[in-house]
């Protein structure tokens, strides 16, 4: 039980720090792409909202096949 808490923190706490470090960069990415301001803000509401969209059809999954099981798919699908 213990061992799967700890693959369980470890698996979260990379995913947020995916999530986080995207937020860090958005000052180069829109130095690289040409964006402005507006766009970038577009982009920080498009990640906030798909990861509130997804995250009950998340839940039932999680629930349904094992939480172990989908967060190692869904880190290997999200990187």
């Given amino acids: 039980m213990k061992n799967k808490l700890i693959q369980l923190f ?15 960069f958005l000052p180069f990415i829109k130095q690289n792409l040409n964006l402005n301001l507006t766009q970038v ?9 798909s990861g509130i ?7 039932h999954f999680g629930h349904k096949i094992g939480a172990l099981k989908f967060l190692s798919f869904a880190l290997f699908f999200y990187a």
């Fill in 41 to 49: 803000g577009f982009l920080t509401s498009i990640l906030s909202l």
């Fill in 53 to 59: 969209v997804l995250a009950l059809p998340a839940g």
């Fill in 10 to 24: 470890t698996f979260h706490f990379f995913n947020d720090g995916f999530l986080a470090s995207i937020i860090l």
